[in-house]
């Protein structure tokens, strides 16, 4: 492999670094092969629930952990709180990837990770 790597194919950053034998880009986190073929990975994007349930857009939701709200407000949101009408993102502050309406808080970005999809 030569001394300059290529810029990432889906924000065409220069700052791509090897990561065995993939190629990624620590701007948007997008990672492809080196075998000299330039993927874009267009398949939709999964996002799964703590407990592994897939979800999508206008799901509802608990929260399965009290979680600290830092900023103006701050306080806690509760444990089984219900959350309806989510919406998946792909550009949420760190790894949230949901935007939702949360009784008694307003909007916020929640992490998957924190949810449970209510079936």
């Not at 919406?87 to 916020?108: C, E, N, S, W, Y």
């Amino acid at each position: 492999m030569s001394d300059q790597l290529p810029p990432c194919p889906v924000c065409a950053s220069e700052f791509t670094y090897e990561t065995g034998a993939l190629l990624t880009c620590p701007m948007c986190g997008h990672e492809w092969s080196t075998d000299g073929e330039v993927q874009v990975d267009n398949a939709e994007r999964v996002v799964k629930d703590a407990v592994g349930n897939v979800l999508a857009d206008g799901d509802t939701v608990h929260i399965v952990k009290d979680l600290k709200v830092k900023g103006a407000g701050g306080g806690v949101v509760k444990m089984g709180t219900k959350v309806r009408g989510i919406r998946l993102i792909t550009d949420g502050v760190g790894d949230h990837d949901i935007d939702a309406k949360v009784p008694g808080f307003g909007q916020m970005q929640l992490k998957s990770s924190v949810v449970k999809k209510v079936v």
